[in-house]
């Protein structure tokens, strides 16, 4: 069964986070809420984690995984910024956007697209997102909490406690995630290019 942590939205309780980050530091999944919708989320290097969710979700292996960072100073560690992107992220982070880039060879290959050798980064501005990723020091491998045959995440804690029970290890619920999954941007091209529009405004980027 998976334990489950109420915390507060804005000040999230210390000791339920650092459960949390033990539980991914063990080699667990977790889901936890962003500042766009709940998320699947494990440690990077966690080949079983990665397996899960791509078994929760029925992924193939052309799905981009995300790496969710505390701030934008880690970003330089796993993906190839040229100048041009540098001021777009930089002028939209944090937020409810998700960026695809080519990776460096800090990122594993399993998570990365298998042809183009891109990766998915996010910097979430939402509490108990970076709560955990302060405790846990390092990026959570993500992927948006969507489950087969369905078009919209779900948005309630409990409600994800009572569905995936005994397929996660833990649930983080800081109360309804309903802002709807964060806008892709691929720029790994030369022109931004929007693949899902979502929380975050694509305007900057047509």
Not at 55 to 70: G, P
Not at 89 to 109: C, D, H, S, W
Not at 191 to 203: H, K, M, N, V
Request: proline fraction near 8%; include cysteine; charge should be negative.
């Amino acid at each position: 069964m998976a334990k489950y942590f109420d915390v507060h939205p804005d000040n999230p309780q210390p000791r339920a986070i650092k459960q949390a980050v033990d539980i991914v530091r063990g080699g667990g999944l977790i889901v936890y809420p962003t500042d766009s919708c709940f998320a699947f989320g494990c440690q990077l290097g966690n080949k079983d984690g990665l397996d899960r969710i791509r078994e929760i979700r029925h992924l193939d292996d052309r799905h981009h995984f995300t790496l969710v960072c505390a701030e934008f100073a880690q970003l330089g560690q796993f993906v190839k910024i040229d100048n041009s992107v540098f001021r777009l992220l930089k002028a939209n982070t944090p937020g409810g956007y998700t960026f695809i880039l080519p990776a460096t060879r800090e990122v594993p290959k399993r998570l990365q697209h298998p042809k183009k050798q891109t990766i998915g980064v996010r910097i979430p501005a939402h509490a108990v997102a970076q709560a955990l990723l302060a405790e846990l020091a390092e990026p959570l491998v993500s992927s948006t909490l969507l489950l087969p045959g369905e078009e919209e995440p779900m948005t309630q804690g409990w409600e994800i406690k009572e569905r995936l029970d005994h397929q996660v290890d833990a649930v983080l619920d800081s109360g309804d995630c309903t802002t709807g999954p964060s806008t892709v941007v691929d720029l790994s091209g030369d022109e931004p290019e929007i693949l899902r529009r979502g929380a975050g405004d694509p305007t900057p980027f047509e």
